[in-house]
């Protein structure tokens, strides 16, 4: 499986996207972000949704994408069969070349997602999260975010 590599993509934002998807999986039973565009100094994932958030809701994403973070949880990959891939995962955004055995990364016990990007080794690695706007059209919601390293 090819794994990008190339100077432009930036592990700790990618890492800090995958956090951020579960949060919002586990907090409003949503999807995970069905499109995004991650880079060294903001970045932004959009998700479908029903409406705007609250400001509390926004403060509570960042407490609990930064309390994962905070935990400095490893991030390891790990090959399963298609098969069993296909059973507990969404596949859709893998390129279809990607082999029968698929990449999974896990962040520690929080996350599991299929794969093939660069990502920390440890969760603190990311820095602190923070989300600095968010807006909502049309059954998008849109969350942008930065990282800052103190
Ligand atoms: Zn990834």
């Known amino acids: 499986m090819d794994i990008k590599s190339n100077k432009q993509y930036h592990p700790q934002m990618h890492s800090a996207e995958h956090i951020l998807n579960?949060?919002?999986v586990r907090m409003f039973g949503c999807?995970?972000?069905f499109s995004n565009h991650i880079e060294k100094k903001k970045s932004k994932c959009d998700y479908n949704f029903e409406r705007a958030l609250t400001e509390k809701e926004i403060?509570?994403?960042n407490i609990n994408v930064n309390e994962v973070?905070?935990?400095d949880l490893q991030v390891v990959e790990e090959f399963i069969n298609r098969e069993?891939?296909?059973e507990k995962f969404n596949l859709s955004k893998l390129p279809n070349d990607s082999g029968d055995k698929i990449r999974?990364?896990?962040i520690g016990d929080?996350?599991?997602c299929p794969c093939s990007g660069l990502h920390v080794a440890y969760t603190k690695e990311i820095g602190r999260f923070n989300i600095y706007s968010t807006s909502f059209n049309d059954g998008v919601l849109r969350i942008r975010f930065k990282l800052f390293n103190e």
Request: glycine share 4%.
């Open 22 to 24: 579960q949060t919002m």
């Open 69 to 71: 973070i905070l935990q």
């Open 84 to 86: 069993d891939a296909e």
């Open 31 to 33: 999807g995970r972000s």
């Open 110 to 112: 929080y996350d599991a």
């Open 59 to 61: 403060e509570e994403i």
């Open 104 to 106: 999974i990364m896990k």
